[in-house]
């Protein structure tokens, strides 16, 4: 009974907002005076879920996505953002989409904890008649044991009003392996004929951390290297994680590492810290490879304490994930997918 109340009140709250329709702000009593018609303005409430506040390269991202929509403000069309912290916790994230749907929000831009959950996302703000820009974190099509499949997902193919803007990260991953097989001695210190590397994941259920592991070293077999793996880790993105499994993989391998990979520059970050405490010197006796060219990671790519990385537009995806979602509620036509490049970054 009191479940049914909920919903009948959900409902009424839903219809009583506009989803699609802009607000009218301004003066909109029914009183207004004449003039009052003519300075009407549309304010579009937009709901932006965010994986994680704490994570380097989506603070950069949600920030820029603040401040474009306010570049696109006219004195006509106001928009109204509320964005939310998922905490990297998918029940947190699902209770602030509801909360999204019950406030009727215009268009809704998420970036999923957990892409696995994406169905059940899309079927409610779907059946909402809510607009929907997936950003960051691709749900991948998967075959009935939950395994990804290399296909497009079938809940953005099939919904007219759900689209993917994103970075194809296996083109990030077979830039870092590029970069490593384009130096002189191709990664290969010790001349041992082979490339020996510890690889630094980011959360494994992310596919840009698959694709990026699996493409950077695909990119030197690729070119004629032989490879051997020393040690591949779960660093959830994070840079303290990146420098402890960092730390210890040079404890227990010393010179005999080559390269560490890193699938972002967050957790490369932390492994610059950890080569440097174990007295090795990127460039010389050791390479290390990033991905998003945060700005201190340039820096330091340009000044050799990291050998490469790679651009994560994050203006070009966030610019990209705006328009979108405004030519959304504009009611235009969207595409399923939107792209935007990587660009690798070497000194
Ligand atoms: C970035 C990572 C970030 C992750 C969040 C990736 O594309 O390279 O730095 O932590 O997105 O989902």
Known sequence: MKKLAAS???????????????????????????????????????????????????????????????????????YNITMTDGKNDMATQTEQVDGFITQGMDVIILNLVQTSSADALIDKIVAAD???????REPLAYDKDGNTLDEAYEGILNNPTVCYVGADARQSGTFQGEIVAELPDHGDINGDGKVSYVMIEGDPENIDAQYRTEFSIKALTDAGIE?????????????????????????????????????????????????????????????????????????MVNNGTMTGTVLNDHIGQSHTAVDVAVKALNGETLDNYYWVDYVKVTK
């Open 227 to 299: 490879v051997e793996c020393l040690d591949d880790q779960v660093g959830n993105w994070d840079q303290t994680k990146g420098q402890e499994i960092a730390a210890n993989a040079l404890t227990k391998y010393g010179d005999a590492v080559e390269v560490i990979f890193c699938n972002n520059d967050a957790m490369a970050l932390g492994a610059a810290a950890a080569i440097t405490a174990a007295g090795r010197t990127v460039g010389e006796d050791i390479y290390l490879l990033g991905v998003d060219a945060l700005e201190e990671c340039q820096e």
């Open 8 to 78: 009948l009140l959900a409902l009424a709250l839903l219809a009583g907002c506009s989803s699609g329709a802009p607000e009218t702000g301004g003066d909109s009593s029914s009183t207004a005076a004449p003039e009052a018609a003519s300075s009407d303005v549309k304010t579009y409430n937009v709901g932006v879920a965010i994986y994680q506040f704490n994570d380097n390269f989506m603070t950069l991202y949600r920030q820029e996505i603040e401040n474009y929509f306010k570049t696109l403000e006219t004195d006509n069309v106001k």
């Open 130 to 136: 809510i607009p929907l820009v997936l950003i960051n």
